[in-house]
């Protein structure tokens, strides 16, 4: 079973990406920001982060980071999301340790076959 | 070695603790503290300013320059009693700010603070940038003010970027009622070929028709 | 004899009531707990004069003082005070938690722990139960407990220290003998832990009030965020930063989180225990 944390605040966003990637070798998690991500992920197996960038009290450049301090989880594999379009936000992204960026709205395709390249499995249809 | 016992009682605190300072620190010492290279100075500046009357100028002068996560809450902590409306203007500036703990701040701080996030609302409503008006919405959304349907409608109904849109939906999620039934089909006719602003279009339709009334 | 029906609470309605009870609380209500919740949502529905959920459900949403969220918060949290609850925490303390504070520390600079509120004084004295049991830095480090509360009568009982039967029963056997007298089917705590703890009267949201607490090492702030509104956990969560030392840790009660209160400190879990770490060097 490979595991995938989704952390945005919007509650129907989860419901959706969580939906666009389910299968059933795949467990989902979800936080709403990333202190909760977080406290949630210490510690166990997580096999890929999907992070949206404006949540609050902890976004998704900090939570990035704070990823790739933790000894356990800083190989773990992050997609980070954002409404934010500019060039200079998928830099950003990459200088916190992000593996891929894009841009809200997200294309469902593109989402489910980077979900699949990066932990196999394919989302059900 | 072990746990210690109690000499003797500790004196109950006291409402007009005074600390013991060699020199205590005077206001002009503590604002100008606020910009010490040490993190710790700047943030018992703060703390020890909250809740001066005045201060908040100076605090809200500080927060743009200001990068420790520990700092940035102390301030926006201290701004949150007594804010005005000019208070506000400012801190709404900092919604555009490229540092994502002031824009988080500024969202909460007008969150707290309904009737003065009323009074700029229309003004966020129909700020140009696509990111501001996002904001405008994430604080609708947590907002106690009885106008947040009618708000999150407009949203709906009028903004042309479908993040926002999608946004608005998402927040009407939690608080859609039976008017917003109304308004559904005519932003599903905006977007017809956004799976996201589907989704969420069916899914208000379905909570609140099957809501009890 | 009035006896006005209530709605039945639809699966819509609760779907809704949940997501935002999570969005606001971090606490998610599983299905099972369907009975459970609805109970409190009718009581509070009676309370305030609703017979609809949706009407219940508007009013408290935008109520702008946010009272009544806090009425129905403080209606869905369980909280009894007993030695030795939420007993994983102890564990994590003595196993890991002092051990890596006792390598911050000078030798001769005391450890200390706070424990805030003390409520009848359980916790406080289940924290040095737990040190003198199984902590083995005890024999070369000395450590302060400090307990406050708001309320001078639960102090007083606090300091007396006499349990009743459920109170102490979460504690081995070999232990109550050890620690309590039995008098009359109530049990008396030994003077020796009595006499660990000092216990004073604080208010944590009184800003000038708080500043004598300084320089604690540990903190077990349970079950008390949970009552406060959103502005006043904030207000606590500063005064709580500012008691500690750097590298010290906070513990709360096991359905609080930081994650809606405060990015300041850093996430650490020991085993499946969380506990929040001011961060070591100046800021985060």
């Known amino acids: 079973m490979k595991t995938v944390m989704i952390v945005d605040d919007a509650s129907t966003v989860r419901m959706f990406h969580k939906m666009l990637v389910t299968s059933p070798d795949r467990i989902i998690e979800e936080a709403e920001n990333g202190v909760e991500a977080l406290e949630k992920a210490i510690g166990t197996n997580v096999d890929l982060f999907l992070v949206d960038v404006n949540m609050p009290k902890m976004d998704g450049y900090r939570l990035c980071k704070e990823i790739r301090l933790n000894e356990a989880l800083r190989g773990v594999p992050i997609i980070m999301i954002s409404t934010e379009s500019a060039n200079q936000d998928a830099e950003r992204a990459y200088q916190c340790g992000a593996n891929y960026y894009m841009t809200k709205p997200v294309d469902a395709d593109t989402l489910k076959s980077v979900v699949s390249a990066v932990i196999g499995g394919e989302a059900n249809e | 070695m072990g746990l210690k016992k109690k000499v003797e009682p500790i004196a109950d605190v006291s409402e007009d603790f005074e600390e013991k300072r060699e020199h205590p620190r005077t206001k002009e010492q503590l604002i100008s503290d606020l910009n010490s290279s040490d993190s710790d100075v700047r943030r018992w500046a703060v703390r020890d300013l909250s809740g001066q009357k005045d201060a908040h100028d100076a605090f809200i002068y500080r927060l743009p320059q200001e990068d420790d996560p520990t700092v940035i809450e102390a301030l926006f902590s201290a701004l949150e009693h007594d804010m005005t409306q000019s208070h506000a203007s400012q801190v709404i500036t900092m919604l555009k700010s490229e540092h994502v703990q002031l824009r988080n701040g500024a969202i909460e701080l007008m969150q707290q603070n309904p009737d003065i996030f009323a009074a700029n609302v229309n003004l966020l409503m129909h700020d140009e940038d696509p990111d501001t008006r996002i904001f405008c919405v994430d604080i609708i959304g947590a907002v106690a003010h009885i106008d947040a349907v009618n708000w999150l409608h407009q949203f709906a109904l009028n903004d042309d970027n479908e993040n926002v849109v999608g946004t608005a939906l998402d927040k009407l999620a939690e608080i859609a009622d039976v008017s917003t039934l109304d308004i559904l089909q005519t932003v599903e006719s905006r977007f017809p070929n956004h799976n996201y602003i589907q989704f969420v279009i069916s899914l208000i339709r379905n909570q609140v028709r099957n809501a009890d009334e | ?284």
């Open chain 3, 1 to 284: 004899m009035n006896s006005v029906a209530l709605d039945k609470i639809g699966a819509a309605d609760f779907e809704r009531f949940r997501s935002m009870f999570y969005r606001k609380t971090g606490i998610h209500f599983e299905d099972s707990k369907r009975y459970f919740v609805d109970k409190r949502l009718h009581e509070r529905m009676k309370a305030t004069g609703h017979t609809s959920f949706k009407g219940y459900f508007t009013y408290m949403r935008f109520q702008a003082s946010g009272e009544e969220f806090q009425n129905l918060v403080n209606s869905m949290t369980v909280n009894e005070t007993y030695f030795f609850r939420e007993e994983y925490q102890f564990e994590a303390m003595t196993r890991e938690i002092m051990d890596e504070l006792d390598g911050y520390r000078p030798a001769g600079e005391d450890l200390r722990i706070w424990s805030v509120p003390s409520s009848t004084g359980e916790e406080p004295y289940s924290i040095a139960i737990y040190l003198i049991e199984y902590w083995k830095g005890l024999a070369h480090r000395d450590v302060e407990l400090i307990s406050s509360d708001i309320d001078s009568n639960v102090l007083a009982s606090a300091k007396k220290g006499l349990y009743s039967k459920r109170s102490v029963q979460n504690i081995p056997l070999p232990l109550v003998k050890k620690y309590f007298k039995e008098i009359n089917g109530q049990f008396q705590l030994s003077d020796d832990i009595r006499e660990s703890v000092s216990f004073t009267l604080a208010n944590i949201l009184s800003a000038n009030n708080m500043k004598q607490f300084r320089h604690f090492d540990l903190i077990f702030c349970r079950n008390l965020l949970i009552y406060f509104d959103d502005e006043s956990r904030k207000k606590a969560a500063q005064v709580l930063f500012d008691a500690m030392k750097p590298g010290g840790y906070i513990f709360l009660g096991h359905s609080e989180s930081m994650s809606r209160i405060s990015s300041m400190f850093k996430v650490r879990k020991f085993g499946d225990v969380i506990a929040y770490q001011k961060p070591l060097t100046g800021g985060a």
